[in-house]
């Protein structure tokens, strides 16, 4: 199965690190017991396939068939790539390149003209080898759809990369950071990283003793309270790693003596993230669902998702169409609508000076082009901040940084490189052109995209969540 | 002999054309709007209500701001293809109607079918440039493009060339429009010209030249409402 080798030099011996076998690129998303290269699996596949071709797949039945069947290629998506162009135009990379991977597969297995005329209307069968690099190439878009955007034909290859995958998981060939460690121990244990009750509580500790020796005020931090207005949902790694994030969100909360609560494991889900969204619609609704149970059981009258875009994608918007109203006795709202509520009610009194360092803000994809969240962010920033300027080209234009549908837990092989170096790329462009020393971004897989480029860039600037910078231009009244 | 394949191209195939176009057509729109679309999958800035969505649409066909504001080159060959053509087949239309040709239509008209064939020439070539950096084509994504070439640029010749002889030409639609078919043009050019549209339009339908009514539906997909604040 090992390959290839590299060798790295360390101070005592050379140690050698196996590779996998390069099945697509340069790179492998997947390991080799999740991917199984050298199992067969073509029959297995094209029964998935004819499932997701079927009425079974219900959801997204008509972009994903139009999609298949109405391209032009053009080739139009492809400049809208930030994979394609981080690569150095490299074809595989192409939107419609890997689409039409699948079409291929479709054509010759579910169209009459595949049938017929074979490959003179592109058709052809698969081998194993193609179905091992489909399973790559479908990890190598992060469904930013920023291709779909600029499709002339309403088209959305980023649709397509979701259903290949969907496909994927069907036959049991799904990254482990999203299946395994993510979905089935978020509904295990209330969050993709286990983190037990008693380590969720000292978290909070943690964070409670920070604001009171930064800041000088004591804070509460309401947890599992039932019938609060608003039950705030962050994602696991905002506990974990972006802890300021989280801190930034308690202080305004009592700056402003709302009725709210964080909640914690033991009430079901504490962990906002919904990664069912980037393979499967199945898991996507398992931990929806487990989502909804949760704040019904607090009995809460909003459900805050807080600095998650995809997160806010399931819920907000897929959760509506997925779950019936009866259902969800709750409304959904981002963290940034409320707290752009809470400014433009000028119930906080912010210092811009408090943040005099020029800050810029990353659309996150799924808050962006597929969230409708552009102006609420801008507004806070601009209340928050002294030198608040645009990354060009932002909103719906703005490019992916890379992290999106899971690549920012995904570093498995040379995976991290492949991130720094087609999507990190592009973005690193775009954030020294502002030269600004902050970027901001409501995403914590941005903020973990953000972390890697930094270092791997070197760049001289650092990353915020919105809400930290908000909080440290909180002006007390003596 | 000659005579009879003129007849066939000129007389009957229209009518066989109209058929396998409409039909195709109808069944393909059908195809797509019976399918059940649950879950909108929208990208933002979104649209509110049906009016917003079908000028979004509109502008999205006419304006391609997608194309333009990724690849400039896409959206001149585009422009260039569609202006050209819609111009070309207005004009047409207008001669079934009235059946003269001042100097407007001449120029107009020659300038149209001019620039829609450079625009297929343009595709043509950019198609065998993405084989190398986007994507590989198939023999079917060229052979609509070698029709689409051949059916323009020979159309621009005749209305430059001046061949027809336009009183003969009235006659004979005007003999198709009333189920009245009289003997048609007969020469060659002509009925090469007429010949690649008619294979054209029956190909249309079919396959990715499906996209006027694709767009339809993907834009609207695109485009569609989501779901305002408060929830």
């Given at each position: 199965m090992v390959e290839?080798?590299?060798?790295?030099k360390?101070?005592?011996?050379?140690v050698e690190i196996?590779k996998?076998?390069r099945?697509?690129d340069d790179y492998?998303a997947?390991?080799?017991?999740i991917l199984?290269?050298?199992?067969?699996?073509?029959?297995k596949?094209?029964?998935a396939?004819?499932?997701?071709?079927s009425k079974?797949n219900?959801?997204?039945?008509?972009?994903y068939?139009?999609?298949?069947?109405?391209?032009?290629?053009?080739g139009?998506?492809?400049?809208a790539c930030?994979t394609?162009?981080g690569?150095g135009?490299k074809?595989?990379?192409?939107p419609?390149y890997?689409?039409?991977?699948?079409?291929?597969?479709y054509?010759k297995h579910?169209?009459?003209t595949?049938?017929l005329f074979g490959?003179?209307v592109?058709?052809?069968?698969?081998t194993?080898e193609d179905i091992?690099a489909?399973?790559?190439?479908?990890y190598r878009c992060t469904?930013?759809?920023?291709?779909?955007?600029a499709?002339?034909?309403?088209l959305d290859n980023?649709?397509i990369?979701?259903?290949?995958r969907k496909?994927?998981?069907?036959?049991?060939?799904?990254?482990?950071e999203?299946?395994?460690n993510g979905?089935?121990n978020?509904?295990?244990?209330g969050?993709?990283?286990k983190?037990?009750y008693?380590?969720?509580?000292d978290?909070l500790?943690f964070i409670?003793?920070d604001?009171?020796?930064?800041?000088?005020?004591e804070?509460?931090?309401?947890?599992d309270?039932?019938g609060a207005?608003y039950?705030i949902?962050?994602?696991?790694?905002?506990?974990?790693a972006?802890t300021?994030?989280?801190q930034g969100i308690v202080?305004i909360m009592?700056?402003?003596?709302?009725?709210?609560?964080?909640?914690?494991p033991?009430?079901g889900?504490n962990?906002?993230v919904n990664?069912g969204l980037?393979?499967s619609d199945?898991?996507?609704?398992?931990?929806?669902?487990?989502?909804?149970?949760?704040?019904?059981k607090?009995?809460?009258e909003y459900?805050v998702v807080g600095e998650?875009?995809?997160?806010?994608?399931?819920l907000?918007?897929?959760?509506?169409d997925?779950?019936p109203p009866?259902?969800?006795p709750f409304?959904?709202?981002?963290?940034?609508?409320?707290?752009?509520?809470?400014?433009?009610?000028?119930?906080?009194?912010?210092?811009?000076?408090?943040n005099p360092?020029?800050?810029?803000f990353?659309d996150?994809?799924?808050?962006?082009?597929?969230?409708?969240i552009y102006e609420?962010?801008?507004r806070?920033l601009?209340?928050?901040?002294?030198?608040f300027?645009e990354m060009?080209p932002?909103r719906?234009?703005?490019y992916?940084?890379?992290?999106g549908?899971?690549?920012?837990?995904?570093?498995?092989d040379?995976?991290?490189?492949?991130?720094m170096e087609?999507?990190?790329?592009v973005?690193?462009?775009?954030?020294?052109?502002t030269?600004?020393?902050?970027?901001?971004t409501?995403c914590?897989?941005c903020?973990?995209q953000?972390?890697?480029?930094?270092n791997y860039?070197?760049?001289d600037m650092?990353?915020?969540?919105?809400?930290?910078?908000?909080a440290n231009?909180?002006?007390y009244?003596? | 002999?000659?005579g009879?394949l003129a007849?066939?191209?000129?007389?009957?195939?229209?009518?066989?054309?109209?058929?396998v176009?409409?039909?195709?057509?109808?069944?393909?729109?059908?195809?797509?709007?019976v399918?059940?679309?649950?879950?909108v999958?929208?990208?933002f800035?979104?649209?509110h209500?049906?009016?917003?969505?079908l000028?979004?649409?509109v502008?999205k066909?006419?304006?391609?701001?997608?194309?333009r504001?990724v690849?400039?080159?896409?959206?001149?060959l585009a422009m260039l293809?569609h202006i050209?053509l819609i111009?070309?087949?207005?004009f047409h239309?207008?001669?079934?109607?009235l059946?003269s040709?001042?100097?407007v239509e001449y120029?107009l008209?020659?300038a149209?079918?001019i620039?829609?064939a450079?625009?297929?020439i343009?595709?043509?070539?950019?198609r065998?440039d993405?084989?190398?950096?986007?994507v590989?084509s198939?023999?079917?994504?060229y052979?609509?493009?070698?029709?689409l070439m051949?059916?323009?640029?020979i159309?621009a010749?005749l209305r430059?060339?001046?061949?027809?002889d336009?009183?003969?030409?009235?006659?004979w639609?005007?003999?198709i429009?009333?189920?009245?078919?009289?003997?048609p043009p007969?020469?060659p050019?002509?009925l090469?010209h007429?010949?690649l549209?008619?294979?054209?339009m029956m190909y249309?339908?079919f396959?990715t030249l499906?996209h006027?009514?694709?767009?339809?539906?993907g834009?609207?997909?695109?485009l569609d409402?989501?779901?305002i604040?408060p929830?």
């Amino acid at each position: 199965m090992v390959e290839e080798r590299t060798i790295e030099k360390t101070e005592e011996k050379v140690v050698e690190i196996p590779k996998w076998r390069r099945v697509f690129d340069d790179y492998r998303a997947m390991s080799d017991e999740i991917l199984r290269p050298d199992e067969p699996k073509k029959e297995k596949f094209l029964e998935a396939m004819k499932k997701s071709l079927s009425k079974q797949n219900w959801p997204f039945l008509l972009p994903y068939k139009l999609t298949l069947e109405a391209c032009t290629k053009c080739g139009t998506c492809a400049e809208a790539c930030s994979t394609y162009i981080g690569s150095g135009r490299k074809k595989i990379y192409s939107p419609v390149y890997r689409s039409d991977m699948l079409r291929k597969i479709y054509k010759k297995h579910f169209t009459l003209t595949g049938k017929l005329f074979g490959s003179l209307v592109g058709a052809k069968d698969p081998t194993e080898e193609d179905i091992n690099a489909l399973a790559e190439a479908v990890y190598r878009c992060t469904v930013c759809r920023r291709c779909a955007l600029a499709c002339p034909f309403g088209l959305d290859n980023g649709l397509i990369t979701r259903e290949a995958r969907k496909i994927f998981a069907d036959i049991g060939i799904v990254p482990d950071e999203l299946k395994e460690n993510g979905v089935e121990n978020q509904l295990k244990y209330g969050s993709a990283p286990k983190v037990p009750y008693e380590a969720f509580m000292d978290i909070l500790e943690f964070i409670k003793e920070d604001i009171e020796e930064e800041k000088g005020i004591e804070v509460e931090i309401p947890v599992d309270k039932k019938g609060a207005k608003y039950l705030i949902m962050n994602n696991a790694g905002d506990y974990l790693a972006f802890t300021e994030t989280v801190q930034g969100i308690v202080e305004i909360m009592n700056y402003l003596g709302e009725d709210w609560t964080l909640n914690s494991p033991r009430t079901g889900v504490n962990d906002v993230v919904n990664y069912g969204l980037f393979y499967s619609d199945e898991d996507l609704v398992r931990v929806m669902k487990a989502h909804v149970e949760t704040a019904k059981k607090l009995d809460v009258e909003y459900l805050v998702v807080g600095e998650c875009g995809h997160a806010y994608d399931a819920l907000a918007h897929f959760a509506k169409d997925l779950i019936p109203p009866e259902e969800r006795p709750f409304k959904v709202i981002s963290w940034m609508e409320l707290l752009d509520q809470f400014i433009r009610e000028k119930r906080l009194k912010l210092d811009k000076e408090k943040n005099p360092e020029p800050v810029t803000f990353h659309d996150s994809c799924k808050w962006g082009r597929t969230g409708g969240i552009y102006e609420e962010p801008r507004r806070i920033l601009q209340a928050a901040c002294k030198d608040f300027r645009e990354m060009y080209p932002n909103r719906e234009w703005n490019y992916c940084c890379g992290g999106g549908s899971g690549f920012a837990i995904m570093t498995k092989d040379d995976f991290l490189k492949f991130r720094m170096e087609t999507y990190g790329k592009v973005k690193v462009e775009q954030l020294k052109q502002t030269g600004a020393k902050i970027v901001a971004t409501i995403c914590s897989n941005c903020k973990g995209q953000f972390r890697e480029l930094i270092n791997y860039y070197k760049l001289d600037m650092r990353f915020s969540g919105v809400s930290e910078l908000v909080a440290n231009a909180l002006v007390y009244e003596d | 002999m000659a005579g009879e394949l003129a007849w066939f191209i000129a007389n009957i195939l229209p009518y066989i054309t109209l058929a396998v176009m409409t039909l195709a057509l109808v069944y393909n729109f059908v195809k797509w709007l019976v399918i059940p679309r649950p879950v909108v999958w929208a990208l933002f800035p979104a649209k509110h209500n049906t009016v917003d969505i079908l000028i979004g649409i509109v502008k999205k066909i006419f304006v391609l701001p997608g194309p333009r504001k990724v690849d400039i080159s896409v959206w001149i060959l585009a422009m260039l293809f569609h202006i050209g053509l819609i111009i070309s087949l207005s004009f047409h239309a207008k001669y079934i109607l009235l059946p003269s040709l001042g100097p407007v239509e001449y120029y107009l008209g020659a300038a149209a079918g001019i620039a829609a064939a450079i625009g297929t020439i343009g595709f043509f070539i950019r198609r065998i440039d993405m084989a190398k950096t986007k994507v590989d084509s198939t023999f079917a994504d060229y052979f609509a493009l070698i029709l689409l070439m051949a059916t323009l640029t020979i159309g621009a010749y005749l209305r430059i060339g001046g061949i027809m002889d336009h009183e003969h030409m009235w006659l004979w639609v005007r003999g198709i429009l009333t189920l009245s078919p009289v003997d048609p043009p007969t020469h060659p050019i002509f009925l090469v010209h007429i010949t690649l549209a008619q294979i054209y339009m029956m190909y249309l339908p079919f396959k990715t030249l499906i996209h006027p009514i694709a767009i339809l539906f993907g834009q609207k997909v695109v485009l569609d409402e989501r779901h305002i604040y408060p929830r």
